[in-house]
């Protein structure tokens, strides 16, 4: 495997997925935030009924492929941030410490919406962080968003937080993060945009989990289905998501199939 591998892989996904019609992403998001919505709210309820349970344990069952859904006319189904619905800031987070955190992100080009997902958690109590990229450093900061007003444009046209919020300290904190990428596997592989921000980010709360013998928070992803690939090139530094979720599927982490690999059982692939 080389270089030329992935970004030839990157080339050919993001061909595929620029080529769904504004119809078919419509709907495909539609189902891919239902279903992720699904397990986020699954996922944080665990968590309340047992407040010592922390993320990073096995997940709870996922649900099974489904039949295609037509979506309530009232959902988000456009495809850019700015065209969803304002909150006016007073759901979800009131500050509490004690509310459930996911680290999210938000979607630029032609990734899947999750801006359904993100306002499903501001309504359900559940404080949402999305990152801030340090370009000379390859590190994300991750700052709350309480409302799409929070967010500024930064590097690549991606919309970010502002760096004058302040970052979450303590990212061991949240119970999942979502992981944006390119392309996956069925075996929970990701291959992003080729900076290595999440590679680098993933591993260092893992190290973190490790070495505070804490638990590490559920890494998941939201794609859509033509975004598989048979098999992805794993590197070392690679990490492997605990689940994928696409519009017709969701797919978790073997921990036998990489114990079989020769990979450990923190989601490290090699
Ligand atoms: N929505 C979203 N936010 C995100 C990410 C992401 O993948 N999706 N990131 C995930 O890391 C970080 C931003 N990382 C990025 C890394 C590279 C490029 C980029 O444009 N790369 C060039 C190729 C560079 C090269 O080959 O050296 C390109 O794609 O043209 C964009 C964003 C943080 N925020
Ligand atoms: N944990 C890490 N420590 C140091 N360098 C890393 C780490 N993870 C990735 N890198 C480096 O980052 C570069 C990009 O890696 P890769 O192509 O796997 O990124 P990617 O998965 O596409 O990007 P991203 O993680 O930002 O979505 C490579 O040069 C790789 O060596």
């Known amino acids: 495997m080389n270089g030329s ?16 019609t504004p119809e078919e992403r419509a709907s495909r998001e539609c189902r ?11 996922q944080a309820a665990r968590l309340r ?13 996922l649900k099974q492929p489904q039949e295609t859904e037509d979506c309530p006319s009232h959902v988000y189904s ?34 899947c919406g999750i801006h359904r997902t993100i306002e499903a958690c501001w309504e359900a109590g559940i ?7 340090l370009h000379a450093s390859r590190e994300l900061l991750f700052h709350e968003i309480r409302q799409w007003k929070d967010l500024r444009k930064g590097m690549h046209g991606i919309m970010e937080p502002d760096p004058l919020s302040p970052a979450l300290q303590d990212p061991l904190a949240a119970f999942a993060v979502l992981v944006p990428g390119l392309a996956f596997d069925t075996a929970c592989g ?22 505070e013998g804490r638990n590490a928070p559920l890494f998941a992803a939201a794609a859509f289905d033509v975004q598989l690939v048979e098999r992805l ?32 059982s923190d989601g490290a692939a090699g």
């Open 5 to 20: 591998d992935k970004k030839e892989i990157r080339r050919h996904i993001e061909t595929l997925r620029a080529g769904l």
């Open 32 to 42: 891919v935030n239902e279903r992720l919505t699904a397990w986020l709210k699954g």
């Open 49 to 61: 009924l047992s407040p010592d349970a922390s993320a990073g344990t096995a997940p709870l069952p």
């Open 78 to 111: 456009g495809t850019t941030w700015s065209a969803g619905r304002e909150t006016d800031g007073s759901c979800g987070s009131s500050g509490l410490p004690d509310l459930p955190i996911v680290l999210a992100y938000v979607p630029f080009r032609t990734e």
């Open 127 to 133: 404080r949402v962080f999305v990152p801030r990229s």
């Open 190 to 211: 990701r291959l992003g945009y080729g900076g290595g921000y999440y590679d680098r980010f993933l591993e260092k709360l893992l190290q973190a989990a490790r070495e």
């Open 233 to 264: 090139p794993v590197e070392p530094h690679d990490i492997r998501l605990d689940v994928l979720i696409t519009e017709s599927a969701a797919y978790t982490r073997d921990p036998e199939a990489d114990r079989k690999r020769g990979e450990g």
